[in-house]
């Protein structure tokens, strides 16, 4: 259950720290949460080829993955002027894939597989109609 709330967890401390100026903090996170969803990516890819779940939670997690990595890569010391909005814009979209997979998770099965055909009735055989 930790492997599964703690890539979340980092990206909104990643987030905040942006937000409130602590750009520091928030690198030192970020860099903790990219393994942290890399295991979760794993997890997940795991849990699809042993058929406990679709193939839809594996890929939200190697987008939110993709956006982590690509905010660290625009944090780069290289650049000169402070943290890019879009650095820190990817996280926030990460952190939106993460609820959007969670907010998936939380939907029962049946709803997700839409509304099933009925079977008809199979027909009387012959020989029972003609008895009747």
Not at 20 to 42: D, E, N, S
């Amino acid at each position: 259950m930790g492997r599964r709330a703690l890539p979340p967890l980092l990206a909104a401390v990643t987030l905040l720290s942006d937000v409130a100026g602590a750009h520091g903090l928030a690198l030192v996170t970020l860099f903790a949460a990219i393994p942290a969803a890399f295991v979760y990516v794993l997890d997940c890819y795991g849990d699809a080829i042993a058929a406990r779940c679709g193939g839809v939670r594996p890929v939200v997690a190697a987008v939110s993955l993709f956006l982590l990595v690509l905010s660290a890569a625009l944090r780069s010391p290289a650049v000169v002027g402070g943290v890019p909005r879009l650095a820190v814009s990817a996280v926030g979209m990460c952190l939106l894939v993460y609820g959007v997979g969670a907010v998936g998770a939380l939907v029962p099965a049946r709803a997700r597989a839409g509304p099933r055909l009925r079977r008809a009735a199979p027909a009387p055989a012959e020989d029972e109609r003609l008895a009747a």
